[in-house]
């Protein structure tokens, strides 16, 4: 009998995740942005975003595409 069930191991998905992910709104405040310009860049295919509840982004990501690097 064929099992189809995808096994994941944990540490795999967790490493996969930064660890500075923050919401588009708390980003945009943070750093005095608009959040249209974030959606933007993420529609641009310039930064990724995360499903963790509700849709994040990467700060240090963001800030490295911006030029930004704090």
Do not use: C
Not at 1 to 29: G, Y
């Amino acid at each position: 009998m064929q099992n189809n069930v995808i096994k994941f191991s944990r540490e795999r998905l967790i490493s996969r995740t930064p660890d500075d992910l923050m919401s588009f709104k708390d980003f945009a405040l943070k750093h005095q942005m608009k959040i249209g310009y974030l959606y933007k860049l993420h529609s641009n295919g310039f930064i990724r975003r995360y499903k963790r509840g509700v849709w994040k982004i990467s700060e240090s990501e963001v800030l490295s595409v911006l030029g930004r690097v704090e």
